[in-house]
């Protein structure tokens, strides 16, 4: 069973804009940190985004994605959202969401549940 199903994502053009769902399996209050990072190949996994408490009230936007990018949880939905606006090429990536009842943790391999993988593709 998948703890955290990802939806989304796919080409967009550059200037564009793509939104990001990450579906937890039952209560999404559970998790006191829920994340959004990027891998791109030879490269390791970065975080871009994190929201934390069972609410998701604290978010923070980290990097390149910062001013363009917003992370939102609703906790009705069990969802995770990533929202990115204004698209660079630099943007493409595969986009994995993470989950941890406890904390954010730095290290990403802390984070006891992940999403799948989904691809976005900026083109220029």
């Known amino acids: 069973q998948e703890n955290l199903v990802q939806s989304g994502g796919g080409s967009a053009p550059a200037g564009g804009s793509v939104t990001l769902s990450c579906a937890a399996s039952?209560?999404?209050?559970?998790?006191?940190?829920m994340a959004w990072f990027r891998q791109t190949l030879g490269k390791e996994r970065e975080k871009i985004a994190t929201?934390?408490?069972?609410?998701?009230?604290?978010?923070y936007v980290f990097g390149s994605v910062q001013g363009r990018g917003r992370i939102s949880k609703d906790n009705a939905k069990n969802t995770l959202y990533l929202h990115i606006s204004n698209l660079k090429p630099w943007d493409t990536a595969t986009y994995f969401c993470?989950?941890?009842?406890?904390?954010?943790?730095?290290?990403?391999?802390?984070?006891?549940?992940w999403g799948q993988g989904t691809q976005v593709t900026v083109s220029s």
């Open positions: 993470a989950a941890d009842p406890r904390y954010c943790s730095l290290i990403n391999e802390d984070f006891a549940d």
């Open positions: 039952g209560d999404a209050s559970r998790y006191q940190c």
């Open positions: 929201s934390a408490g069972s609410r998701g009230a604290i978010t």
